[in-house]
């Protein structure tokens, strides 16, 4: 939507220390704006509606305001917000109350409701898949590099910016366990590692990273390039065509579906709460979807 602009001294020295806070928090250029300008636009509503104290942000307004979101009319064609942009204003208005108060994720008090009507169904690998994806992997350099990435990526759980961020100091072979700093969520967990996990990660790590590094390099980055740098988005998009095109199951695989799966996987013999913590859910609304991922493959 077109920038609004706000009248409000108060209200635009908090949306500024808002993007300040984003900025400081590790996220992207592009998740700043986004995430600054629909608050803007909250704050742009308080003002129509005659509400100028950041006080009055309270349960009764945002659910007027979510319902003002659901019937507000596109500015560039026709139709109303989909429900994947209704639940990203959810999540930044989420963000904005508890910076606000200066309280942890999920402390706010406030309800929003996530909206799963006409969204896409979520896809996941089933077990007998998951062995199948494994298998495409070969004994050559790239091969072991790529089950050692399956391996995090499913067996671990991790988002794909902790898969690129993981350095060699964060993996602790004696304990069975991988240490995530800094993650979406900026909480830091510490993620076991099953024993078939670890003897990937230690195939690639000591068979095959030092090969591809340079003798005279200091990359301390767990995942490199044959060309001895750091991984980047680009070769994890090859790594998953790559495997797109092995594998003939009619289901496009990502990143993303491989941490779903786990987590539906999961969820099957664990807590929810088990759950959440092994993913770095500070909130169990994010986790809840495991619940009808489980119930929609499993029956259970």
Same mark, same amino acid.
Request: hydrophobic share 35%.
């Given at each position: 939507?077109? *920038?609004?602009?706000?009248? #409000?001294? %108060?209200? !635009?020295?908090? $949306?500024?220390?808002?993007? &300040?806070?984003?900025?400081?928090?590790?996220?992207?250029?592009?998740?700043?704006?986004?995430?600054?300008?629909?608050?803007?636009?909250?704050?742009?509503?308080?003002?129509?509606?005659?509400?100028?104290?950041?006080?009055?942000?309270?349960?009764?307004?945002?659910?007027?305001?979510?319902?003002?979101?659901?019937?507000?009319?596109?500015?560039?064609?026709?139709?109303?917000?989909?429900?994947?942009?209704?639940?990203?204003?959810?999540?930044?208005?989420?963000?904005?109350?508890?910076?606000?108060?200066?309280?942890?994720?999920?402390?706010?008090?406030?309800?929003? *409701?996530?909206?799963?009507? #006409?969204? %896409?169904? !979520?896809?996941? $690998?089933?077990?007998?898949? &998951?062995?199948?994806?494994?298998?495409?992997?070969?004994?050559?350099?790239?091969?072991?590099?790529?089950?050692?990435?399956?391996?995090?990526?499913?067996?671990?759980?991790?988002?794909?910016?902790?898969?690129?961020?993981?350095?060699?100091?964060?993996?602790?072979?004696?304990?069975?366990?991988?240490?995530?700093?800094?993650?979406?969520?900026?909480?830091?967990?510490?993620?076991?590692?099953?024993?078939?996990?670890?003897?990937?990660?230690?195939?690639?790590?000591?068979?095959?990273?030092?090969?591809?590094?340079?003798?005279?390099?200091?990359?301390?980055?767990?995942?490199?390039?044959?060309?001895?740098t750091a991984m980047k988005n680009p070769t994890i998009t090859s790594v998953m065509r790559r495997l797109n095109n092995r594998l003939s199951i009619n289901k496009k695989i990502t990143c993303h579906m491989l941490r779903h799966s786990i987590g539906t996987h999961f969820h099957r013999f664990m807590k929810l709460e088990d759950v959440a913590k092994f993913l770095g859910h500070l909130n169990l609304d994010s986790t809840m979807i495991y619940t009808h991922l489980k119930?929609?493959?499993?029956?259970?």
């Amino acid at each position: 939507m077109k *920038k609004l602009e706000l009248r #409000n001294t %108060e209200f !635009k020295r908090q $949306l500024e220390k808002f993007r &300040v806070r984003l900025l400081t928090q590790g996220a992207s250029k592009d998740q700043q704006n986004i995430k600054t300008n629909m608050i803007q636009e909250l704050l742009h509503y308080m003002e129509q509606n005659g509400k100028m104290n950041l006080k009055k942000i309270n349960q009764k307004l945002v659910n007027k305001y979510f319902e003002y979101l659901k019937t507000r009319p596109l500015e560039r064609k026709d139709g109303c917000m989909s429900v994947g942009y209704l639940n990203k204003h959810r999540e930044a208005v989420l963000r904005f109350i508890e910076f606000l108060k200066g309280i942890k994720q999920g402390q706010s008090g406030i309800r929003i *409701k996530r909206d799963k009507n #006409n969204s %896409e169904p !979520k896809i996941i $690998l089933l077990e007998n898949e &998951v062995k199948s994806m494994f298998d495409t992997c070969d004994y050559t350099f790239i091969g072991i590099r790529d089950k050692a990435i399956f391996s995090l990526l499913y067996g671990c759980g991790l988002r794909k910016k902790e898969l690129l961020n993981l350095t060699i100091q964060d993996i602790d072979l004696n304990k069975g366990r991988i240490h995530i700093d800094t993650s979406k969520t900026k909480n830091g967990r510490d993620v076991p590692m099953t024993s078939a996990v670890q003897k990937n990660i230690e195939d690639y790590l000591f068979n095959v990273r030092n090969m591809m590094l340079d003798a005279n390099s200091s990359l301390d980055n767990f995942l490199i390039t044959v060309k001895g740098t750091a991984m980047k988005n680009p070769t994890i998009t090859s790594v998953m065509r790559r495997l797109n095109n092995r594998l003939s199951i009619n289901k496009k695989i990502t990143c993303h579906m491989l941490r779903h799966s786990i987590g539906t996987h999961f969820h099957r013999f664990m807590k929810l709460e088990d759950v959440a913590k092994f993913l770095g859910h500070l909130n169990l609304d994010s986790t809840m979807i495991y619940t009808h991922l489980k119930q929609q493959y499993y029956g259970n």
